[in-house]
């Protein structure tokens, strides 16, 4: 700075005093804009353009002053939870070793990046233990949880504080029954984890090893795009500094885009095409606004091309659902389990049930419908279901999704839908509509505490081979009981021989009996 | 043609006139380009600067630097540490596996293992220890927010609950007697509740006090016995010290005088996550303000000081954690993502570097995000080296 300004005092000042020495009659050859000093003019020419300059070197100059005392800008326009990231900041030596010989946080012979956010992360160094799944609220103003110390909505990695026994109704009591356990299943930080819904049929990625920063971005995300993903949208703050798509995943873009929105601007206050399929942002790099949501809220971007202050906003408006909210995040890997309900036409013949032995779709009846006798025997029994594919391949009524044929995913739960509120690892009554079925509604993303240790029939399941008896997969409850909290209406947990439901025999509360007959996620696997 | 020339003169004589005002104006810009300049400096340098940060200058003198000697290896997650009086025992947290507090000979011999009542692995996060000039070992719980008491041998005393509230004086309170022999209490804190269940009687449960300002982590009595603590409550990061003597009685009749000071930011005298607090022979504080990667010097009196070992060059701190200050005046920090102990001279004026030791390692004389450290009365050195489930011993 003192050499900029050494070089603006100099270049000035010998401008100027070759002009007193030279005088007006000098026609020296300059190479800047002063030169044009040295050319003779007529008196009134030069008083005139003297007194020009002058106000002009005088604002230039003070605007240069008010702009060096202000403050430097920040380098995110978030911040994320990582304290203050501005340009001009030390904090970066808090985490990096910076100007020493020392490993950095790659290699066999470095230390675990995971174990770096774990030194705070486990309640020590931050509100949000993750080792614990504890939300301490030590030393952070920023409660989300309305609470002093409680569970953090994605459950933890050692341990759990969650409500994961059924309460016998479907109405959740947030209080009820949470007890910190440790996990039964986990994105297991550092080992190989098989990935569900994702690569061919039945036959999961294998091997994809999650860290902290797989997911999470610890610089933040907005602002300067610090993950290589080109661009220049400055863009709020992210939902717990997820990432556009994890790292190593192969990411996933859905496949019905009927707007480019690398193109043109963004379709402001733009509703949701009836049945026509939804909008889906195909590339649109620079942004991780689908992770933008609250709980409880769907968020909304009103993003145009080249603006530089876009905004979010929540209101009424859904026109960007289908990706807004974390199921899409997830999708990034389990790209088979999204499904979201505004992409497709709502004649999704894949909810509907044939006749035993028929796959077709003429006969096609509602699931809801189906109800064996009391014998357990009826011509539309749900366990004989069958996908309905049409002779292409396709699931009839999508039109751009092939089908896999695998008859274990004959059940189609939207998985696109918002992020809902979510307390002591359950979700609270006043979201339990039908409207939002994100994959944080019935799984946890860290680790959760659920046990599924009754046995049960293990066949047919989502996927063949795999055995889920045992698997908490990350479920928010035990068992099957998440399933009980929407559909505690069509089950009847009454036992015995006079039970008219057909569910009774396959209680839910045992083992894995409800995906004994129904697939959970979407239908394309 | 004279009259001419005199214009031209006049002219010249005006332009020169004109040129001296726009210099000495230039000159004026200039002067609040340099003021902004430095104005501008001031705000970019106001997190490591503030004119008050003690320049820590190299201890040019030789200084024989610790020795390595050996670990405890039978543990998980090695967290807090802390020696009892004659030096006999170390006391050891974990924060894995099932997070027991482990007593170990000065062999290194396992002796006894214990943890508080009434919790589960998963429902206690045993953090910092610190042992009491009488012999008592206080640990902070950091899921229940308590302090635990227990005596050398790892029974159950009580637990400070609240700033000024031990269990056994609460259930006092409420219940209008003290704890009988053989009961067993503790807190709830999914519950609010304390648990208490007075010998075979039947168990009560009792809604405990108001604990909105109440999050220990950070634990160290000073040479007059009073407990330092570091208490994470939402804006108010702060240092405790609870009075000496109130320890020397009964903990159902805890009344203890407390002094507070500091508060939650990264202003100089504030905090973010302070970890452990020591104080030297004069009576000033040290405190290890963790998230603020410095350390933070307070006076006997409790008013700022300075901070040091903040920024961004080789011996500069990056998240310091426990503290310690040696019979030589040296102040010993744990530098947990620096891997390092980082060694400061207290004696003179200004607190002025020594040396590291140790580095990044899985073997020995290596450390893996080390936690915590106590010297004994003969300088042996014991470091919780956390990630590599041990305690790395060093020796003066």
Redesign the interface.
């Known amino acids: 700075m003192g050499e900029s300004i050494s070089l603006i005092l100099e270049m000035i000042v010998f401008r100027y005093g070759r002009i007193n020495r030279d005088g007006i009659k000098s026609t020296g050859s300059g190479r800047d804009i002063m030169t044009v000093l040295r050319i003779r003019k007529s008196e009134s020419f030069w008083m005139k353009k003297s007194s020009v300059l002058k106000k002009i070197i005088i604002l230039l100059s003070i605007g240069l002053a008010f702009g060096l005392m202000m403050p430097s800008g920040e380098v995110h326009a978030d911040n994320g939870p990582h304290g203050d990231l501005s340009s001009n900041t030390n904090t970066c030596s808090i985490c990096h070793r910076l100007q020493s010989s020392e490993p950095a946080y790659t290699g066999q012979n470095a230390p675990d990046p995971d174990d770096l956010c774990l030194v705070c992360h486990n309640g020590t160094g931050a509100g949000t233990n993750v080792v614990d799944g504890v939300y301490m609220a030590v030393g952070s103003p920023q409660d989300l949880q309305g609470d002093s110390f409680g569970s953090l909505l994605s459950g933890g990695f050692t341990n759990t504080l969650m409500a994961t026994e059924w309460t016998g109704k479907a109405a959740f009591d947030s209080t009820y029954n949470a007890v910190s356990r440790p996990i039964t299943s986990s994105h297991d930080l550092g080992n190989a984890l098989n990935v569900w819904g994702s690569g061919a049929q039945n036959s999961p990625a294998v091997g994809m090893n999650l860290k902290c920063i797989s997911c999470h971005n610890p610089h933040g995300n907005s602002g300067w795009d610090v993950t290589s993903q080109s661009g220049s949208a400055l863009l709020s703050s992210t939902y717990r500094l997820l990432r556009w798509q994890p790292l190593d995943s192969e990411g996933f873009t859905s496949s019905r885009v009927n707007v480019n929105w690398s193109g043109g601007s963004f379709p402001l206050n733009l509703q949701v095409p009836s049945l026509s399929g939804w909008l889906i942002p195909d590339n649109y790099p620079t942004s991780e606004w689908y992770t933008i949501g609250i709980k409880g809220s769907q968020a909304f971007c009103d993003y145009s091309t080249g603006t530089t202050d876009n905004t979010y906003r929540l209101d009424s408006f859904n026109y960007v659902e289908a990706a807004v909210n974390i199921s899409y995040f997830c999708a990034q890997c389990h790209d088979n389990y999204f499904n979201n309900r505004n992409l497709f036409a709502r004649n999704d013949e894949s909810q509907y049930c044939g006749t035993p032995g028929v796959p077709r779709q003429s006969g096609a009846t509602l699931l809801p419908t189906v109800k064996p006798n009391r014998n357990g025997n009826n011509s539309k029994d749900p366990a004989n279901c069958l996908p309905v594919y049409d002779n292409s391949g396709r699931l009839t009524g999508w039109t751009d999704i092939r089908g896999s044929g695998d008859s274990a995913h004959q059940y189609r739960h939207d998985s696109g839908d918002v992020l809902r509120n979510s307390s002591d690892g359950t979700f609270a009554a006043q979201d339990a509509s039908s409207l939002g079925r994100s994959c944080l509604v019935c799984h946890v993303a860290h680790g959760t505490s659920a046990v599924v240790d009754s046995g049960g029939d293990a066949s047919n399941l989502e996927a063949v081979g795999r055995s889920q008896a045992g698997d908490s997969a990350l479920l928010r409850m035990d068992e099957r009981t998440i399933c009980l909290s929407c559909h505690l209406g069509d089950v009847s947990l009454t036992t015995g021989p006079d039970a008219e439901a057909s569910h009774n025999q396959f209680n839910p509360l045992e083992g894995v009996q409800c995906a004994r007959c129904h697939s959970i996620h979407s239908a394309r696997d | 043609m004279n009259n001419n020339k005199k214009k031209d003169q006049s002219?010249?004589e005006?332009?020169?006139k004109?040129?001296i005002s726009?210099?000495s104006?230039?000159g004026i810009?200039?002067l609040?380009?340099?003021?902004?300049?430095q104005?501008?400096r001031s705000?970019?340098?106001k997190?490591?600067s503030l004119g008050v940060q003690f320049p820590l200058a190299q201890n040019t003198q030789e200084i024989d630097q610790p020795s390595f000697i050996g670990s405890f290896e039978d543990l998980n997650g090695s967290f807090g540490v802390a020696i009892s009086p004659d030096g006999s025992r170390i006391y050891v947290t974990e924060?894995?596996g099932e997070r027991l507090v482990k007593v170990f000979d000065q062999e290194g011999d396992l002796l006894l293992s214990f943890s508080p009542p009434g919790t589960?692995?998963?429902?206690r996060?045993l953090?910092y220890i610190a042992v009491s000039q009488e012999g008592k070992i206080f640990i902070s719980d950091?899921?229940a927010?308590v302090i635990d008491v227990f005596d050398a041998d790892g029974n159950f005393i009580d637990a400070i609950i609240s700033r000024d509230m031990t269990i056994s004086r609460w259930i006092e309170l409420k219940t209008g007697s003290i704890p009988v022999a053989n009961s067993t209490f503790y807190y709830d804190?999914?519950n609010g509740a304390v648990i208490y269940q007075p010998g075979n009687g039947e168990q009560q449960v009792i809604p405990g006090p108001d604990r909105?300002d109440w999050?220990p982590?950070g634990l160290r009595f000073d040479l007059e016995g009073n407990l330092l603590v570091t208490n994470?409550?939402?804006?108010l990061?702060q240092v405790l010290v609870f009075s000496g003597e109130s320890f020397h009685n009964d903990l159902a009749n805890w009344q203890p005088s407390i002094l507070a000071f500091g508060s939650?930011g990264?202003q100089p005298d504030q905090f973010?996550?302070p970890?452990s607090v020591v104080r030297d022979v004069s009576g000033d504080y040290y405190i290890s303000d963790?998230?603020n990667?410095r350390i933070s010097t307070w006076s006997q009196d409790r008013q700022y000081i300075s901070f040091f070992g903040?920024?961004?060059?080789?011996h500069?701190l990056?998240?310091p954690?426990g503290l310690w200050i040696d019979d030589n005046d040296h102040l010993y920090v744990v530098d947990?993502?620096?891997?390092v102990i980082r060694v400061y001279d207290l004696s003179g004026d200004t607190p002025q570097f020594l040396f590291n030791f140790g580095?990044?390692?899985?073997q020995d004389a290596s450390f893996?995000?080390p936690t915590d450290i106590a010297i004994d009365l003969n300088g042996r050195i014991y470091i919780t080296d956390t990630?590599n489930d041990r305690v790395s011993i060093w020796q003066n």
């Open positions: 002219m010249n005006s332009g020169r004109k040129l726009i210099i104006l230039i810009v200039l609040l380009i340099f003021i902004g300049y104005a501008n705000l970019i340098k997190e490591s924060s894995r589960g692995s998963s429902d996060i953090s950091l899921y927010a804190r999914l909105s999050n982590l994470l409550v939402g804006g990061h939650q990264s973010s996550f970890n963790g998230n990667g903040y920024g961004s060059t080789e500069s990056n998240i954690r947990t993502v620096g891997q580095n990044f390692g899985f893996n995000f990630g």
